[in-house]
């Protein structure tokens, strides 16, 4: 009798884990789950969850939503650090574009575009890189290598940087897409996930190991972020063109 209603218990929770989420990503939230936090959703500043004490006392899920909707920053004004179209369509920025909409006006849909990797080169230099200081640099380099040394970074280390992000952001976005400003990203992901193309499809160099593959119809777009195990490359690994 215990273990039937434990089971109840759970299934009831299920279902109402389920209506918030939908609720949620209907007003365009993209929602994230943590077996202590609960669920929220993601902003421009990190993940958000629904503090213990106003989650104890709301008695319906349908308020939670309404909460997320007043506290949380519009899901639609989620600027993104991502190449803006003329990048993805190849031109070379000449000077550092804004986060504004009228620059990501267009989706890129996924298998559609390789993305111009001369073009990401320059876009990573004058404009990602614009405001990174030295250590900033030599961070942002630690943690795609691996590395832990913090003294500036060489010619060549900044080189090879350059080439393994504008690969991974080639590589998102032929697997992927890209979003507009007119979407969110639970929008968008819900739209294209089914189109995505198979692994191993964006260059002789993509090679995946077994169950390490993250761009399936399971993905959770996020734009302007590349999945935990992206930011992992070999110690040393430098992709030449």
Do not use: C
Request: no cysteine.
């Amino acid at each position: 009798m215990f273990e039937f209603f434990s089971k109840s218990k759970e299934a009831f929770k299920k279902k109402i884990r389920s209506f918030i989420k939908y609720g949620l990503e209907k007003f365009g939230h993209t929602v994230i789950e943590d077996e202590i936090e609960g669920i929220g959703v993601k902003t421009p500043d990190g993940k958000k969850f629904i503090p213990r004490a106003v989650r104890d006392t709301i008695d319906h899920p349908q308020k939670i939503i309404d909460w997320f909707n007043r506290n949380m920053p519009d899901p639609q004004e989620y600027i993104y650090e991502e190449p803006p179209d003329e990048v993805v369509k190849g031109y070379k920025p000449s000077s550092q574009f804004e986060k504004l909409p009228e620059y990501y006006e267009g989706e890129v849909l996924p298998q559609e575009q390789k993305g111009n990797i001369s073009a990401i080169k320059a876009w990573i230099e004058i404009v990602k890189w614009a405001d990174m200081s030295d250590e900033d640099l030599r961070a942002e380099y630690n943690k795609h290598k691996g590395t832990t040394d913090w003294r500036p970074l060489t010619l060549k280390q900044r080189e090879t940087l350059k080439d393994s992000i504008a690969y991974m952001i080639g590589r998102k976005l032929w697997y992927t897409g890209r979003r507009s400003a007119y979407e969110t990203d639970a929008q968008f992901n819900r739209r294209t996930r089914h189109m995505r193309p198979a692994m191993g499809t964006y260059s002789a160099q993509d090679k995946w190991r077994a169950g390490e593959f993250p761009y399936d119809e399971t993905y959770q777009y996020t734009s302007g972020e590349l999945p935990e195990l992206e930011d992992k490359l070999k110690k040393g690994e430098t992709i030449r063109w």
